[in-house]
């Protein structure tokens, strides 16, 4: 598939960075843009251990999602719509790498509930976040509802929901939205600087890592222990693990092989 709104870039070795371009909406998110992203995290390039999402430009990640295409929606029509941001950022989600949100500028509504589905998201001084969809008639739709109160629990995420208000960086900060902020010129940096980091360890421990945080949230005590002790022992059978003790036992440097 051919993309005209996203700009694909790969930096070094097992990162990419996926851009969102369509700067002249903010990058918001219409039907064809969320088409475009499922599209590519559906056959994203298996030599991809660490995704990168930004947005195109200095001034916004993603604006929110495309209201001049929202307005004319009925409700079936709306119910399709919602249904497919939510799929393509369960997508993102549910990726067996880490994704990284870059939060370059504007994070409203669907902007900030693609960085949410994301793994870590770090932020531009210059960034704000909000969910403000109650101020146009509606409620987040893309699991917007789902997720935030998740990240910064129930009180803040219904503050935020039913003021509509948008928040600055150091305040997302605070409330746990974002695990850290930079000025502009350092975010990239520091998001490839964090990939580097996570390049370096067993790619099937992160994947099953991930597996057991995702799938065992919304577990209860047992069961969430019960997975993480399966996944636990399925490292063992990994030529990974092999490598990795084996290289901490003679204090060598471990080359992992993703197997």
Known sequence: MEYNFLKIEQPQGG???????????LNALNSTILKEIGDFVANLDKATRVLIITGDGEKSFVAGA???EMA???EPQGQEFGRLGAQVFRAIETLPIPVI?????????GGCEIAMACDVRIASSKAKFGQPEVGLGIIPGFSGTYRLPKL???GYAKEMIYTGKVIRADEALRIGLVNAVYEPEELMPKALEMAAMMLKNAPVAISLAKQSINEGYDLDADDAIALENKLFGQCF??????EGMDAFLNKRAASFVGE
């Open 237 to 242: 059978a990994t030529k990974d693990q092999k």
């Open 72 to 74: 004319h929606l009925n």
């Open 66 to 68: 495309d209201i001049s």
């Open 152 to 154: 910064v629990g129930q």
């Open 15 to 25: 990162v990419t960075v996926m851009k969102i371009s369509a700067p002249k909406s």
């Open 101 to 109: 949100a870059a939060v370059n500028g504007f994070a409203l509504g």
